[in-house]
């Protein structure tokens, strides 16, 4: 998977915490994630039920905005699961889904962070993004 976050929408961080659509529950509070514009792919939420009825090229979507969690630690999320790990031709990644509902995927875990050379603070690989349009603000 190659993620790549070229553009930050104005420096935007998450006022509200992050939830997940489904049942609620609270993913990430408030401050913690930066809005970027970036082009990773996702499956579907629902691919599980629907496998059959799709091709192979279309069983997910190309999604564009992300909020982009500034720390690479895991225990900045408050409730958050995650896939075995995927190989890729890029790198190894995994899936971001509900701890709760188990719905997903809501975003990717990025397993070979991206540094940013212009943050000289402790926080700055980005290796979680969080679909805007699969989560909810609170």
Known sequence: MDVEATS???VL???KSIICS????????PNKAQLVNTEIFLPHIDIK????DHTEKNIGENITQFWRVKSSDIYIFENIGFTH???SSNSPFKYLACAD??????GVDNLSPLTNNNNTDDQNSF?????CSRVSLL
Request: hydrophobic share 45%; charged share 20%.
């Open 8 to 10: 930050v929408v104005q």
């Open 49 to 52: 039920k629907s496998i059959g």
């Open 22 to 29: 489904n049942c609620k529950s609270l993913i990430l509070k």
């Open 85 to 87: 790990s995927i190989p």
């Open 101 to 106: 509902c188990e719905i997903g995927p809501l």
């Open 127 to 131: 290796r979680f993004f969080i679909a």
């Open 13 to 15: 961080l998450n006022e």
